[in-house]
């Protein structure tokens, strides 16, 4: 007997990265941000009533719709609160793609969008980015149109390169592709100033969109789950009113994002923080030999040095790991010779450094 839908027996689930049980490993691998979250989030997670568990939270999490609403200048109809950005994706799936839709899959990419494809039973086609500038073809959304492509994802910055797409090649995309577009915007926050990157303005002249935000990263909550989605008035509310879980975001993670929220000064300066750490363990790992693109989020892709030809990115990984740090290695075409590496705090970069050296020292003896 099996009660399992074939397409969910045959798909392989989405391959976390490492969570290690040791306080002590050097976590450089999964973009958590490398310094801890606002005061403030600690002063109301102390000030919080446990007495109002007793009570269900907010249906819709509409003060934090409104705060967000007020941060992105958008009408409150315009935002959904979401466990994560990862329950967006999930939404967008259940609420806009019919089994045997076609599911563009720009690749490499993040792959829980082809995990979600999936469980969804769409027809899922791939489109390769090539290396090293992994810039979106001119000619992708032609061909998404003539396959029939309902529905892609486009995660700018692009991981895992970090490298981030100007708005004219954003714009020009959403004109011509008919299908509905995700923008995924998890590491938007460590954009450096100097772009003038800000999307939700987009959304009033392309009805096709919708952003994904997150406080994952940039706010320095993963462990806290909130993220959120910006689009279209009648979308979203169908999101909210219709597919989400009543009750998606629970009362401390609505409260304690808002804490969060609420002290921009400290986000702000938290995002300078890590832009200046990433610049210089760029130069730190290019003096190492490393090809890295220049990357816009809190992690780098850095391709091995052309002359070690005996180590593979693999090799460098596993030696890492098993002198305590964790990068993380992707085994998929086109980036099997790279490692992403989480840009971490001035201590984590330094020991990252420092063990890397005598990696590849010992292996030019
Ligand atoms: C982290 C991340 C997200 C969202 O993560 P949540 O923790 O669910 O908010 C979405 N897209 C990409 C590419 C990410 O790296």
């Known amino acids: 007997m099996n009660f399992i839908r074939p397409n969910i027996r045959h798909m392989h689930g989405y391959s976390f990265g490492e969570q290690p049980a040791d306080p002590t490993v050097i976590k450089l691998n999964t973009n958590e941000h490398a310094l801890p979250p606002s005061p403030a989030v600690a002063a109301a997670l102390a000030r919080f009533d446990t007495a109002d568990l007793r009570r269900y939270p907010e249906p819709t999490a509409l003060p934090l719709r409104r705060r967000l609403a007020d941060l992105h200048d958008l009408d409150t109809r315009q935002v959904i609160a979401t466990r994560g950005g990862d329950e967006l994706l999930r939404l967008l799936f259940t609420t806009c793609i019919a089994p045997d839709n076609a599911f563009g899959m720009i690749t490499p990419g993040y792959s829980l969008y082809t995990t979600l494809a999936r469980i969804a039973d769409s027809r899922i086609i791939e489109y390769s980015l090539t290396a090293p500038t992994y810039d979106l073809p001119a000619d992708l959304a032609s061909r998404m149109n003539d396959d029939g492509i309902r529905f892609t994802c486009i995660v700018n910055p692009h991981a895992p390169s970090g490298r981030l797409y100007a708005r004219d090649t954003i714009q ?3 004109d011509e592709f008919r299908g509905l577009v995700l923008l995924d915007e998890a590491y938007a926050d460590f954009v450096s100033p100097q772009h003038a990157w800000n999307s939700p303005p987009l959304l009033a002249e392309h009805d096709n969109l919708v952003i994904l935000r997150s406080l994952s990263k940039g706010y320095a909550l993963a462990g806290l789950r909130v993220g959120y989605g910006l689009g279209q008035a009648d979308l979203i509310d169908t999101l909210v009113s219709k597919t ?9 993670a609505q409260c304690l994002a808002l804490a969060a929220l609420d002290d921009q000064t400290h986000a702000r300066a938290s995002w300078e923080t890590v832009r200046q750490a990433r610049e210089s363990l760029r130069d730190r790992l290019q003096q190492l030999g490393f090809q890295i693109p220049a ?21 460098v990984y596993q030696a890492l790991k098993a002198r305590g740090i964790l990068v993380r290695w992707f085994d998929q075409p086109d980036i099997r010779d790279a490692l992403r590496i989480t840009v971490g705090n001035a201590e984590e970069n330094a020991r990252l450094l420092a063990t890397l050296q005598t990696i590849l020292h010992d292996d030019t003896e």
Do not use: G
């Open 172 to 174: 020009r995309f959403l």
């Open 244 to 252: 989400r879980d009543s009750y998606n975001l629970d009362a401390i």
């Open 295 to 315: 990357s816009e989020t809190n992690f780098l892709l850095a391709r091995l040095p052309a002359h070690l030809t005996n180590l593979t990115a693999q090799a």
